[in-house]
């Protein structure tokens, strides 16, 4: 298993840009999140999705959209890229039967000009 | 609303002595807690967590955590640190009793440096 892969590593962003990060999973997690962390501010979920065709917003959601059309992808876009959005961001996801446990993506460190 | 205090931003021990990296919590009901660590440049990777049982939780890379409800912590230990340990810890917890998913919340991090 490649496990949680994220695309891309790294992304400049002018303001008002718009762009998608990507994140899959290839072991069948009906659980996938999305993070973002800051300094001095541990992680703070963004969105998730409790299986395909179901998604809610978490702490921070303004600003990003995401959609769960099969289990394996959890794409997060940003449809007018701010400064405030300059972030580390971490896709994750949890195995059913297993309480709770979460596997972290390598993230995406995304600067905004 | 669920929180998680990580009192430290740093923890510096000398490697062989036992460490202690601090987490208090506030949750309504019992809670789920865990220990994740991230090593520079990476995602967060599972240590441990607790679920319900023995209060006392042993993970990966000889870390374990002990659960006081009385005290709402979850205290991360390590008998003796190596250098490798040094990396970000957090803290994080959600309700037993939560619909909706696995919504975690984390602590801010506490940096544990390990020097010989």
């Known amino acids: 298993n490649a496990g949680v892969t994220q695309t891309p590593k790294f992304q400049v962003l002018k303001t008002g840009q718009s762009m998608t990060l990507q994140c899959a999973q290839d072991?069948?997690?009906?659980?996938m999140s999305w993070y973002r962390q800051d300094p001095g501010m541990g992680l703070r979920l963004i969105h998730y999705?409790?299986?395909?065709?179901?998604?809610d917003q978490g702490e921070v959601p303004n600003g990003y959209n995401v959609s769960r059309s099969t289990t394996e992808d959890f794409p997060l876009r940003l449809l007018s890229a701010a400064p405030s959005q300059t972030s580390v961001y971490f896709c994750?996801?949890?195995?059913?039967?297993?309480?709770?446990?979460?596997?972290f993506g390598p993230g995406t460190r995304l600067t905004v000009t | 609303a669920q929180s998680v205090a990580q009192p430290e931003d740093q923890v510096n021990v000398a490697e062989g002595n036992p460490l202690t990296v601090k987490c208090t919590y506030s949750?309504?009901?019992?809670?789920?807690l865990f220990w994740y660590v991230q090593y520079p440049n990476r995602g967060l990777q599972f240590l441990l967590k607790?679920?319900?049982?023995?209060?006392l939780v042993k993970g990966s890379y000889g870390f374990e955590a002990e659960f006081n409800k009385s005290q709402t912590s979850f205290h991360l230990k390590k008998p003796s640190a190596l250098v490798s340990d040094s990396a970000l810890y957090f803290c994080?917890?959600?309700?037993?009793?939560?619909?909706?998913?696995?919504?975690?919340?984390f602590g801010t991090g506490t940096q544990l440096k390990v020097e010989l």
């Open positions: 999705s409790v299986g395909a065709g179901i998604t």
């Open positions: 994750a996801s949890t195995p059913p039967g297993v309480v709770y446990e979460q596997y």
């Open positions: 994080a917890v959600r309700a037993a009793l939560t619909g909706g998913g696995n919504k975690l919340t």
């Open positions: 607790y679920i319900t049982g023995d209060n």
């Open positions: 949750v309504s009901g019992n809670p789920y």
């Open positions: 072991m069948n997690h009906e659980y």
